[in-house]
């Protein structure tokens, strides 16, 4: 009697349904992903780490499974050059970010999805696919979710309706500004708030690193992912009160919990943690 394979149920909401399409990836694509070049292509190494796991459950993982997805989608929507040559007010641009389109018509058109990643034995390693395989596939899914999807008509009235400001051969400044909100470095809505704003005084606001839309998932993750990065360069002491300080309390009360003598140390941290946030500010820009 031949064995039945072992049905399992994935949480919707978690990025583990997005696992198969990260293998699915070339790997000249993953190499430019530091998350994703990360996880080793060996399903038991993945799962005996729990550093691992929570990475993949991360908001950073979310947002370089999307911008991946997205480069490799674009060249089949029928638009010129690169997505790069576009900003994200083009809808083209904002219609390759369907991932959870994109990995359900990849396994429905090759099979490759968690029940058959979950067949392969946990001390296997997963080769990656051929690059020639990768286009072919994501040329019929592509134009497959065009289909389902009904965008065909939208595609249609952007070619015709096209922004100036997308596809030019310069940088213009529209297209400058909203690279920069795209890389975190300036925006309407997710904004830099200024740390010498905010420690104008002892009883000034708390610090508040980025501020992001919270209807908009791909301004929580651009921001979650602002913070992580900025906040990986502080000491763990450095890092708490920081985060102490987002949570609204004062110096006086974070002194007082942490341990120190007065608040003065605690302040003198504070102006220390603003020299790091603006030269990493300064980097991004």
Sequence with gaps: ??????MYRIPHDSNLRYLPFVFFLPEE?????????????????????????????????????????????????GFGGWKEHYTGHCPVWQLTYALPLWTRLLEDET????????LIPSTDIIPFFDPDFIKEVMERIVKRGIVEENWQPIL????????????????TNVRIDFYRKWYHTRSKRI??????ETMAGEDGDYVTVVA?????????????????????????????????????FTFEEIADKL??????????????????????????R
């Design 1 to 6: 009697m031949s064995q039945q394979p072992v």
């Design 29 to 77: 694509l993953i190499a430019k992903c530091p998350t994703l070049r990360a996880l080793p292509r060996c399903l038991g190494e993945i799962n005996r780490s729990e550093k691992l796991i929570d990475s993949i459950n991360s908001n950073v993982f979310l947002k370089e499974i999307m911008d991946a997805a997205a480069a490799l989608a674009f060249p089949y929507f």
């Design 111 to 118: 099979g490759w999805g968690l029940q058959r990643l979950f």
């Design 156 to 171: 249609d009235a952007v070619k015709k309706m096209p922004c100036d400001e997308d596809f030019e051969r310069y940088n």
């Design 191 to 196: 904004k830099l708030v200024s740390l010498e």
């Design 212 to 248: 992001a839309d919270p209807r908009d998932m791909t301004e929580i993750v651009a921001a979650e992912d602002y913070c992580i990065r900025f906040k990986s360069r502080l000491s763990n002491k450095d890092r708490e009160i920081l985060e102490l300080r987002e949570d609204g």
């Design 259 to 284: 341990g120190y003598k007065n608040h003065s140390g605690v302040v003198k941290r504070m102006q220390a943690i603003k020299e790091v946030f603006l030269k990493y500010e300064n980097e991004q």
